[in-house]
């Protein structure tokens, strides 16, 4: 079945601000737990969570001949930014569709769709 | 095969075009439900027709030509499939070993057209690529002539067609039926198009004429296939029978270029030769109209029609009721308030109660961005004698809109005003 990348962008100053406002921020974390948990019972979870703010974040750039080089902050400087994401199975963009819409107004923000390259192996 | 007596009035060059003009989406159509790839309906088709070509002038016509056209795309769809199978994923396979193993069709399905015009409309791709879509696999239209009467290059629409299509196979989106809940809002979706495309053959006199007319022939088409498909659907009956009422008027519409205008140009509804209005036309459109009114589910295309029906009743322009237009387009902004519906309205005002009030309803109006908005304010200046206020509207609305026809109609009035004044 295919697989959908759904991520949610904000901007991580109001990200910041509504993290003082506790009784928003239970009550967000309330609703994206009911919404997980119905993903999970229909069978279309594959992973998901939140994410610590990009001033967390550290690029890296690899090589073989020399040592790697290590960048402080997020690879892209851009006022909204990734702030979680899951992972989902779904059979087909309606599908896909159906869930973003739910999770958007979960986690109060707009959600991208993405569909991941390969079907996985085991379908 | 053998020739029947019924197509032995169409020479096989005919015959080919019509069957590539009535069928060739409907072949599509069913192959992308077959195989589930674009690319390899299209192409199938397209060699079918190539076959057709050497074959049919050769063997005849063949009894149901849609028929063969589709057995015989078929046939070559599995060939490549069969070719590709190789080194493609499984993927593949399984649509070959499902559509080897499916019931031979006689011809194409009547859901497969729908089905592939809700995937064309799909809310997840752009509008544009939701019109140039539709017009490609659904209308058959090619590349180069979508791309003509869209003022792009081939090679934009090309890439344009391009991305939308690996857009439907990468991210799944489904050919089908949408279900019960979706289904209102995508037919908005679906009917929006056909709208979009009939418009654009509408608008702009400028561009390839003959390509213009193409357009607003398929978009009749399409709404009258999808009033075949959805009977039910009030709306879709209410848009056929608006771009009906629009196509009555084509002839109407342009003037013939004369001593005086080198050019040809717009006339305005009410200076149009209402004898030159194709009567065919009004009469389906208005017996769409009466179908509409019975099933009483009121939407914006159904309104808009019944406007439409009463422009249609008035043999001279003084002859319209305007009271009912006013009350229409009431019950219109009732349905959906955009200040766009309150110009019109207010433009039908000015009929009963004169210049004065019509224009204090358009001045309320947050339009400054509209060049219809500046060419209705003008009009009714130009009644109400404020000449110089008149031509500088008309001269702010020229600034706003790039159609060349509506230009030089306002050139035209300034030039006017500036005589009277």
């Known amino acids: 079945m295919p697989e959908y990348l759904l991520s949610v962008y904000g901007d991580e100053a109001e990200f910041a601000k509504q993290e003082a406002n506790t009784e928003l921020i239970t009550q967000m974390y309330a609703q994206v737990e009911t919404f997980n948990e119905r993903v999970r019972q229909e069978g279309a979870w594959v992973f998901g969570g939140g994410l610590h703010p990009t001033s ?39 599908a896909a569709l159906a869930w973003a819409k739910d999770a958007s107004i979960a986690c109060q923000g707009p959600v991208e769709v993405r569909p991941f390259q390969q079907e996985p192996d085991a379908s | 095969m053998r020739c029947v007596p019924s197509n032995r009035s169409l020479t096989p060059v005919n015959a080919i075009e019509r069957t590539f003009r009535e069928d060739s989406g409907k072949a599509v159509a069913t192959l992308i439900r077959l195989f589930g790839d674009v690319d390899v309906a299209e192409e199938a088709v397209q060699e079918a027709f190539v076959i057709a070509s050497e074959r049919w002038p050769v063997d005849g016509i063949p009894p149901v030509p849609a028929g063969w056209i589709l057995t015989t795309a078929k046939r070559k769809a599995i060939d490549r499939l069969r070719r590709e199978s190789s080194r493609e994923d499984r993927h593949r396979q399984s649509a070959l070993i499902q559509a080897a193993d499916a019931p031979e069709e006689v011809g194409p399905v009547r859901d497969d057209q729908l089905r592939l015009l809700f995937t064309c409309c799909h809310p997840a791709l752009a509008a544009s690529a ?58 908005r979706s679906v009917l929006a198009v056909i709208y979009l495309v009939y418009n ?124 009912q237009i006013v009350q229409l387009y009431d019950h219109q902004y009732s349905l959906e308030p955009s200040p766009i519906i309150a110009l019109n309205r207010a433009i039908a005002v000015a009929e009963i109660d004169g210049p004065r009030a019509a224009l204090e309803l358009i001045e309320a109006l947050d339009l400054d961005g509209y060049y219809l908005w500046h060419t209705s304010r003008g009009d009714l200046l130009a009644r109400l004698g404020q000449v110089a206020d008149a031509a500088e509207a008309f001269r702010r609305a020229a600034e706003l809109t790039d159609n060349p026809a509506e230009h030089e109609l306002l050139t035209e009035r300034i030039v006017l005003l500036a005589a009277q004044a």
Request: with cysteine; glycine share 4%.
């Open chain 2, 200 to 323: 654009e053959g509408y608008l702009a006199t400028g561009g390839d004429a003959v390509d213009r007319e193409a357009l607003r022939r398929e978009a009749v088409r399409l709404a009258r296939s999808i009033v075949d498909l959805m009977p039910d659907e009030a709306e879709a009956s209410g848009l056929l029978a608006l771009l009906l009422f629009s196509e009555s008027r084509a002839p109407a519409r342009i003037a013939k270029a004369t001593d005086e205008t080198a050019e040809k140009r717009w006339v305005r509804l009410p200076d149009q030769d209402r004898t030159l209005w194709d009567a065919d036309q009004i009469s389906e459109a208005q017996q769409l109209v009466r179908q509409c009114l019975s099933r009483n589910s009121p939407g914006p295309y159904q309104l808009q029609a019944a406007i439409a029906a009463v422009h249609s009743d008035a043999a001279t322009a003084d002859e319209t009721d305007w009271a």
């Open chain 2, 130 to 187: 939701r019109v140039a879509l539709t017009l490609r696999l659904i209308a058959g239209l090619s590349t180069a002539q979508i791309a003509r009467a869209f003022l792009v290059s081939e090679a934009t629409m090309a890439q344009r067609l391009v991305r939308a299509k690996a857009k439907i196979r990468d991210a799944h989106i489904p050919y089908r039926i949408p279900r019960d809940a979706e289904l209102p809002e995508r037919t």
């Open chain 1, 56 to 94: 967390s974040a550290t690029v890296v750039r690899g090589s073989n001949d020399a040592d790697a080089i290590f960048t402080d902050g997020p690879y892209i400087e851009a006022k909204e930014q990734l702030g979680g994401f899951w992972i989902l199975k779904a059979p087909d963009l309606d």
